[in-house]
């Protein structure tokens, strides 16, 4: 197990850090052994496991999509077409009941949304252990690294630099189209003649900008916020196995019982995230 000869509170650690690639200011171009060497590389470091995950998912959907539609046959569709057709109808229904304008990107938008959170947060569902364990092996066997300072995490949601990345993804659209639609006059006429017109312009400014900004921050904070905690308790339960039979067999019926609900909890933060983004876009295309 990744948490061999770790106490309680340095397994957790471990599952939680993140696999750091930085400029340190000592050691140069490294990855990072701890969690104080990964802070000391400031904020320009790359969180390996992250972008790898996130890309390779990515990267996954998209030919698995693609080689639907290559193929795709009329009349009854079977096996995974089917399984497409229906993802592809939710995300359509979803973008005509929250989207009342016309442009032919929200769609697609829709749907990669949807189906790439669905993907990252799908992760959460591997045991804790399992890929650490093998990135520790791949690292020792070929790389020489020492598994104990080797962090992996598998679930690119847990990790704040993506859930805002694809959530300022989202705002720098928002706000493309806001101008786009309106004009750069009518944009900044909306925060600032609104809602109290002329007389309230300092008003109407901080209401605005504070309902602008806090979009992609409440976007990216209720994804991560979920997942993180999911993980989380996913960790604390992988704990129970290391306390006897009986507090391994509880924790196995507490893995079960948690696993299964969260299938609920990532499908529905994915079809959040994709209606948020679907009525902000939408709001950027109404003009007042």
Do not use: C
Request: glycine share 10%.
């Amino acid at each position: 197990m990744s948490g061999e000869g770790l106490t309680s509170g340095e397994y957790i650690k471990h599952h939680l850090q993140n696999m750091t690639f930085g400029n340190h200011p000592v050691e140069g171009w490294v990855m990072a052994t701890s969690p104080e060497q990964a802070k000391e590389m400031g904020f320009w470091a790359f969180h390996i496991d992250s972008l790898g995950w996130s890309f390779g998912l990515a990267i996954m959907f998209f030919f698995a999509f693609r080689s639907v539609a290559k193929t795709a046959t009329t009349g009854v569709p079977t096996g995974f077409q089917n399984f497409v057709e229906m993802i592809i109808e939710f995300v359509n229904d979803s973008v005509r009941g929250s989207f009342s304008a016309k442009n032919d990107l929200v769609a697609p938008l829709a749907l990669t949304v949807f189906a790439w959170v669905f993907l990252m947060n799908l992760m959460d569902l591997v045991p804790v252990d399992w890929l650490p364990m093998f990135a520790g092996w791949v690292g020792s066997t070929f790389f020489g690294a020492d598994p104990h300072h080797l962090y992996f995490k598998v679930v690119p949601t847990t990790d704040p630099n993506v859930t805002f990345g694809m959530a300022l993804g989202v705002f720098w659209l928002m706000l493309y189209y806001s101008v786009k639609v309106k004009g750069l006059g009518g944009f900044l006429g909306e925060l600032a003649f609104q809602p109290f017109g002329k007389a309230g312009i300092v008003v109407n400014l901080i209401l605005e900008v504070v309902s602008l900004i806090s979009k992609p921050i409440s976007l990216a904070l209720r994804l991560f916020g979920n997942m993180y905690a999911g993980e989380t308790i996913f960790i604390l339960i992988a704990l129970m196995y290391s306390g006897g039979l009986a507090i391994g067999s509880f924790g196995g019926l507490l893995q079960l019982g948690w696993a299964i609900f969260h299938i609920l909890i990532i499908t529905l933060q994915a079809f959040i995230f994709m209606t948020l983004t679907i009525v902000y876009m939408d709001m950027a295309h109404q003009d007042h």
